[in-house]
């Protein structure tokens, strides 16, 4: 058996020479003439960055908006109606536009500024010449803490320098939910006390010219009705001093709301309301 030769020292540069040029040949593929290979068909392609998650494009109507990569997984829609309790507002965000409506003073429309999902809130800004006013909606459930309905959404709102105030959301295109016991096909209308019911003016030369005015109201076993609105009694809750606070639906105007009422006869007979933002109102009972 030959002796075995000693080791030979090689530089350390040969080595990595050596050592570049075997990657570099396994490295290489068999190019057609224009250049591609196996695992990149288009040899005139820009280099692969890191990989990304393409992002689905917040929809015009209003449909829901993934979040970020990272984030809440949660979707928020853009299009919501937010709805609150003392004080009564709601604020319909469709369209580019939040209109806010309630008791005690002509709806709002507003042009939305900015509409950002972040930290899983979808935060709502817009403004009119009367100023501003924020809705905030997170997905998580929420149960109405006057008539019990149950909402997808929780809300808040700021009006002005008003806020934020607590509520319930739902997106825009989903009708008002049902309160607890109500029928399937339908809401269910409630029962307003008879002491209530009547039409009422503001004095007693408008009950005799019902024309000459137009804040005469109209109370039925289950609606009030206003000039140009008319509510559905949804909830009635009657204190032992006679007082009933009552939920109504509203609609008039091309609009729908929800608000709510607190109604009692005083000691003259007259009727009192007393609405959102400690809003209040004396009619008179006119006959027939």
Do not use: K
């Not at 005139?44 to 990272?70: F, I, N, Q, S």
């Not at 536009?97 to 709806?107: D, K, M, P, Q, S």
């Not at 209530?196 to 005469?216: F, V």
């Amino acid at each position: 058996m030959p002796p075995i030769p000693p080791f030979r020292r090689v530089p350390v540069a040969v080595l990595a020479a050596a050592l570049v040029a075997a990657l570099a040949a396994c490295g290489s593929g068999t190019s057609d003439p224009a250049g591609a290979t196996p695992d990149r068909p288009d040899a005139d392609a820009e280099p692969l960055g890191p990989a990304t998650v393409p992002m689905p494009a917040t929809r015009a109507d209003g449909g829901a908006e993934r979040a970020p990569p990272g984030g809440d997984a949660v979707p928020v829609p853009e299009a919501v109606i937010v709805s609150t309790n003392e004080p009564f507002y709601q604020a319909r965000v469709e369209g580019g536009t939040l209109v806010l409506t309630g008791v005690g003073f002509e709806a709002r429309t507003l042009s939305i500024e900015s509409s950002d999902f972040a930290g899983g809130m979808r935060m709502i800004r817009a403004r009119d010449a009367e100023g501003t006013v924020e809705a905030g909606v997170r997905a998580v459930e929420c149960e109405d803490d006057m008539s019990g309905a149950e909402f997808p959404l929780t809300g808040t709102l700021t009006v002005g320098d008003s806020g934020p105030h607590r509520g319930c959301a739902r997106p825009a295109d989903m009708p008002p939910p049902r309160e607890p016991g109500m029928a399937h096909h339908g809401q269910a209308r409630a029962s307003l006390p008879p002491a209530l019911q009547g039409r009422w003016a503001p004095d007693a030369e408008a009950c005799r010219d019902p024309a000459s005015t137009i804040e005469g109201i109209r109370v039925t076993s289950d609606e009030i009705r206003f000039h140009e609105s008319t509510g559905v009694a949804r909830h009635v809750e009657t204190d032992a001093e006679g007082a009933s606070r009552v939920r109504f639906d509203f609609e008039g105007e091309g609009e729908r709301w929800e608000a709510a009422y607190t109604l009692r006869i005083d000691e003259n007979g007259a009727l009192q309301l007393m609405g959102p933002d400690d809003t209040a109102w004396v009619r008179v009972r006119c006959e027939g």
